[in-house]
């Protein structure tokens, strides 16, 4: 089983719908971020958790909200999807104890907007 | 501000021919580097990375990464590139404390037989 698993793997939405990906990981790690990916643009931070009280904003973190149910879940929400919001987006984990300055990456949610 | 710089958007080489990826970085204090490789329909990978001491770092799969202050680099070099390297290679620089990653645009490497 993958240490980092996001859910769907794949979304196809319409505009104004809300939309929640889901993040869950069994590497113990306190530090949870969601980056986005997008073509020539490379991956921008929209939230991160270093534990379960502590959220911070990201690089772009408009039109998103998060929430940290425990330290392993993490999920992200569009409250009003927009087409611009269409992308790849990645859950990651760290570990502050243990090398934190490494991430672990889930496999991606491919989320389209029509 | 934090940013990285990867110029190269796609490279293409040929099995068995030896490998650079450019990286350039701006940061105000010195810096925590990264290498990370991402295969199609995978997340990202660490390949290798850089916080102090020896500046040419040694990372899996037979890369290798060179930090050069003077030039803000942080080149990735590989010998001998195999088919299975196919992939997207992305630079990222670190806060630490904070552990805010920063991370380039990408370049995408094709082998060709």
């Known amino acids: 089983d993958a240490d980092v698993t996001q859910t769907p793997r794949n979304r196809i939405t319409k505009t104004g719908k809300r939309i929640m990906l889901e993040c869950s990981q069994t590497k113990g790690h306190d530090r949870m971020y969601w980056y986005r990916q997008d073509p020539g643009l490379g991956l921008r931070l929209i939230y991160y958790s270093f534990d379960v009280k502590d959220i911070n904003k990201g690089e772009i973190s408009d039109g998103y909200s998060v929430s940290r149910q425990a330290q392993a879940k993490f999920s992200l929400s569009l409250e009003s999807a927009i087409p611009n919001q269409t992308a790849l987006y990645f859950c990651a984990t760290s570990d502050s104890q243990g090398g934190y300055e490494k991430l672990f990456f889930g496999s991606g949610t491919q989320l389209s907007v029509l | 501000a934090q940013s990285v710089t990867q110029p190269d958007i796609h490279i293409t080489v040929s099995e068995g021919a030896s490998l650079e990826l450019r990286c350039n970085y701006s940061?105000?204090?010195?810096?925590?580097l990264f290498w990370y490789v991402q295969s199609p329909g995978q997340g990202l990978q660490l390949l290798l990375k850089?916080?102090?001491?020896?500046?040419l770092v040694q990372g899996i799969k037979g890369f290798e990464a060179e930090f050069k202050r003077s030039q803000s680099s942080f080149n990735l070099r590989k010998p001998s590139v195999h088919w299975s390297d196919a992939a997207e290679y992305f630079c990222?620089?670190?806060?630490?404390?904070?552990?805010?990653?920063?991370f380039g645009t990408g370049t995408s490497l094709t082998v060709i037989p």
């Open positions: 990222a620089v670190a806060r630490i404390p904070g552990n805010q990653f920063y």
């Open positions: 850089y916080f102090s001491g020896d500046t």
């Open positions: 940061y105000g204090a010195t810096p925590y």
